[in-house]
């Protein structure tokens, strides 16, 4: 069978038997086809068939140019990270509980066929990227696709701290923390703290304030070039942490500086042809159903 891609990586997070199971099926239906396929290493140790080619994760993506993730939307976070960079695009199978990211159910492996054959929806999701520094000194950076989170640390506390955007003062807050989210992430972890949903072609971020003291204080959409910087005050008592994607924090303690802004590169994310960002829309967040009205 042609091929669009000459390599097909595989990337699991197996937790549970439902994954390995839909990995096997992967396998199987991937080597019917005759498709060259390397697995990730953590990947097939988990699966315990020697006869696998596998490569390490942090090698994957320059040595295939698709990567099929099993798992939940946090799998394909993880696996995004790891392929961003090369531009390698990456398609879902969902094990999850969601799955706005990992939308191929199990049952319906036969879709990828037709991506194989070039048969399918190519979209380009933009990613954040967050560096605190401390009178000039960096103390961390990471990469974001779906939110970068200031929350309290291990013990509950309001903090105080000012938000710029292009190096104009927008706002002060006493609050648990705020939420800065891409299209992607809006319907994570920004959605359940009252921010709105972004479709995913928008060019914008959402800043969501988290539990604020004043309630007049709500979310605001701004440009996706524009850039975010967030001071924590030096009345602060106890130090907040910032978190990407739940996968890196970073303790930015009084006077530190968050600088947030676009990623030069993006996850290219491979949909079947018969996507529906609208239906995933209605079969995760539960929308009502459609009253045909209209034809």
């Known amino acids: 069978m042609a091929s669009t891609f000459k390599t097909i990586g595989i990337f699991g997070r197996v937790r549970n038997r439902g994954v390995i199971e839909t990995l096997k099926a992967l396998i199987d239906y991937l080597k019917h086809l005759n498709q060259n396929i390397l697995i990730d290493a953590e990947t097939a140790q988990s699966l315990n068939d020697y006869s696998l080619k596998t490569i390490d994760r942090d090698e994957l993506s320059t040595h295939c140019d698709l990567l ?20 390698v695009p990456v398609l879902g199978v969902n094990r999850g509980r969601l ?13 990828i066929k037709s991506i194989i054959e070039g048969k399918y929806i190519l979209e380009s999701r933009f990613l954040l990227t967050a560096a605190v520094t401390l009178h000039g000194e960096l ?11 200031l929350i309290p640390d291990t013990i509950p506390h309001m903090h105080e701290f000012e938000i710029y955007i292009d190096n104009r003062f927008v706002c002060s807050q006493d609050s648990d923390g705020v939420i800065v989210a891409t299209p992607t992430g809006s319907t994570a972890y920004a959605l359940s703290g009252g921010g709105p949903i972004l479709h995913p072609q928008l060019d914008a971020i959402v800043v969501v304030p988290m539990f604020p003291h004043t309630l007049s204080i709500r979310p605001i959409v701004i440009g996706g070039n524009q850039e975010i910087t967030i001071v924590i005050t030096p009345n602060n008592e106890a130090t907040p942490r910032l978190t990407c994607d739940g996968q890196a924090f970073t303790q930015t303690p009084p006077c530190s500086h968050i600088t947030i802004q676009k990623k030069p590169e993006t996850l290219q994310l491979i949909h079947a042809l018969d996507y529906d960002y609208y239906e995933t829309l209605r079969s995760k967040l539960h929308w009502g159903r459609k009253l045909q009205y209209m034809e």
Do not use: M, R
């Not at 099929?68 to 531009?87: C, E, P, T």
């Not at 103390?139 to 989170?149: F, I, M």
């Open 139 to 149: 103390l961390g950076q990471h990469d974001a696709l779906n939110e970068v989170a």
């Open 68 to 87: 099929i993730v099993v798992g939940g939307d946090g799998s394909l976070l993880h696996a995004a990270h790891a392929v961003v960079k090369n531009q």
């Open 99 to 111: 799955g706005f990211l990992t939308d191929i159910h199990p049952t319906e492996l036969k879709k």
